[in-house]
């Protein structure tokens, strides 16, 4: 099992304005997928822009293992050359993920119609998080997982020898199952279908047309229907890695909540399967405006322009827009303790299964810090302190995820006292730079002692 070593504590306090422009990193899912699908391709394949956080650094070596070249060639540059679809050898080694669902899910998916054997891993947290979603669907294409009680890593994957196509309705909103079961598609003869009651994030539909295979969509009574033609030659291609909104989404929500703040954040992707944090925030009232909005390749795209925002109103965040802002709720969560008013959050109960349990992670956090949380199984609700201010003073736990650490982060620069978070360490897995680019704000983050 993997881990990250030693906690690094970190503490968050009031200081003055955050102003500036932040350069946010490379999208960490279009990043696992460039790498993905350029070993699964005929060629070469150049990533400009790539996340270079431990998530993605984590699929690069498993890429590695599987037989792709990968290789680093400037900041953010990499080169893959790929073993073509079908062309993935048996790994010598346990392919450890870290603390990447992503990583895990997709490669799981990518290698299921080979006849290979492949056994994963993962931190405390991956090997906590259920696999089932995946193994399922991968065993109608005829491969077997063996893992552990409840469908939990580490597990090996013995690959169909002679896979079958697969149709497939997804029980739960998530790309990831979606996209694993696409992967594996690629080296099935005939056609695979994936059908989604919810749009999630399009990123590997995408990706596999740029990359030439054959995939279509179509919206029916059903909900969303996905045809990839198996058995495709995929050709090396260029790929410019857009930025993550998920990252954007720190700066600009510490903008909204910290008095006197404006910040531009450049270049951010607003894939309408992505954006739902920015709609959200909008109308609670936020003062966020898209500047330059265009088009880059085949993606939406806007700087944005974040300014401390003191009227925002609670909200009820409508149930169908979880699924493009799955991510942004822990962070939303903070801005909604500032607003004035209830924001209630339902349909979400995927937050329960993510590197930790996003829910409970930011109720017990919240309230440590004084404002009131309300929580269900698939809801939860927020009560805005609106003028009254957030007390702040506590130490949190981030609970080996990234954004549970991030957000508290974000919360402490606007709190009376300041906010600890016992472990900022897991923010290398999707925002390595988020210390010094908050710093670079204006923003006072310091190493407190373990
Ligand atoms: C991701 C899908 C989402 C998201 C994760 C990245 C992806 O997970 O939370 O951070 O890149 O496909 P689910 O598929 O579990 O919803």
Redesign the pocket.
């Known amino acids: 099992m993997s881990g990250h070593g030693e906690p690094v504590p970190m503490v968050a306090r009031k200081g003055g304005r955050l102003a500036g422009v932040a350069a946010i990193p490379g999208d960490?899912?279009i990043s696992?997928?460039a790498l993905i699908l350029g070993a699964l391709s005929v060629g070469e394949t150049r990533v400009t822009g790539l996340l270079e956080g431990q998530d993605v650094l984590d699929t690069a070596k498993a890429m590695r293992a599987f037989g792709a070249e990968v290789e680093r060639t400037g900041e953010g540059a990499w080169r893959v050359h790929g073993v073509g679809v079908g062309g993935f050898a048996e790994p010598e080694q346990v392919i450890d993920c870290g603390n990447s669902?992503?990583g895990v899910?997709?490669i799981m998916g990518a290698m299921a119609t080979s006849p290979i054997a492949a056994t994963f891993t993962g931190d405390a947290s991956l090997n906590g998080r259920p696999m089932a979603r995946v193994t399922d669907p991968l065993a109608l294409f005829g491969a077997r997982a063996f893992g552990r009680a409840g469908g939990r890593l580490p597990m090996t994957i013995l690959g169909a020898e002679d896979p079958v196509p697969v149709r497939y309705a997804t029980p739960?909103?998530?790309?990831?199952?979606?996209?694993a079961v696409l992967l594996a598609g690629l080296n099935a003869p005939g056609e695979t279908v994936v059908i989604e009651r919810e749009a999630?994030?399009d990123?590997?539909e995408r990706m596999l047309r740029g990359f030439g295979a054959e995939v279509t969509t179509e919206v029916t009574s059903e909900g969303r229907v996905i045809v990839l033609k198996g058995q495709p030659e995929l050709r090396g291609q260029v790929v410019d890695v857009p930025r993550d909104p998920?990252s954007a989404a720190f700066p600009v929500c510490a903008a909204l909540i910290v008095e006197g703040s404006e910040v531009l954040v450049p270049n951010i992707g607003l894939n309408p399967t992505r954006a739902g944090l920015y709609e959200t925030l909008r109308e609670m009232g936020a003062d966020l405006t898209y500047e330059n909005p265009r088009e880059e390749g085949g993606e939406p795209v806007a700087d944005l322009r974040a300014r401390f925002s003191p009227n925002m109103k609670g909200i009820e965040v409508p149930a169908e827009r979880a699924?493009s802002m799955?991510?942004e709720y822990p962070v939303l969560s903070v801005v909604a303790a500032f607003a004035e008013g209830r924001t209630e959050m339902p349909g979400v109960k995927?937050l329960r299964?993510?590197e930790s349990d996003r829910i409970d992670a930011m109720a017990v956090g919240l309230r440590a810090c004084g404002v009131e949380v309300d929580e269900g199984e698939d809801w939860w609700a927020v009560e805005g302190r609106g003028p009254a201010g957030v007390a702040g003073g506590a130490t949190v736990e981030s609970r080996l995820d990234h954004r549970i650490a991030m957000a508290f982060l974000c919360l402490g620069l606007a709190t009376e006292a300041p906010v600890t978070v016992d472990d900022a360490g897991p923010i290398v897995t999707s925002f390595p730079i988020f210390e010094p680019l908050m710093r670079d704000l204006g923003a006072s983050l310091t190493r407190a002692e373990g």
């Open positions: 960490k899912s696992h997928r669902g992503t899910r997709l739960m909103p998530s790309a990831q199952v979606k996209s999630t994030r990123h590997s998920s699924a799955i991510d995927e299964v993510k």
